[in-house]
C-alpha cells in the first residue's frame, strides 16, 4: 500500500467512526506529528533481559494455565 493508498485508507476509517475517544487520540497523534518513544531504565532493562533468558531456557507458563491459577486463587 503506498502513501497516497494509506491516507485514503484512514480518512475512510475516520470517517466511519463515532468512536469520539479515539478520534480524541488520532487527533492527538496527529498534531503532534510523531510518536515519542518509550526509554526503559536500567532496572526495566535488566527485567526484560532475564525474561528473555527464562523464556529461551524454556522457563514459561502456556496463558491459560496462568489464567487456571488466577481462578483458583480467586476462588480461596
Not at 469520539?20 to 532493562?45: A, D, H, M, P, R
Not at 535488566?46 to 486463587?73: C, F, L, P, T
Amino acid at each position: 500500500m503506498n502513501t497516497v493508498e494509506l491516507q485514503n485508507n484512514i480518512i475512510r476509517l475516520v470517517l466511519e467512526t463515532d468512536d469520539e475517544q479515539l478520534l480524541y487520540y488520532l487527533n492527538t497523534i496527529l498534531q503532534k506529528g510523531s510518536v515519542q518513544t518509550y526509554n526503559f531504565t536500567e532496572i526495566e532493562k535488566s527485567i526484560i533481559q532475564e525474561s528473555m533468558k527464562d523464556y529461551a531456557n524454556g522457563n514459561v507458563v502456556a496463558h491459560d494455565e496462568i489464567i487456571s491459577r488466577n481462578e483458583k486463587w480467586l476462588e480461596e
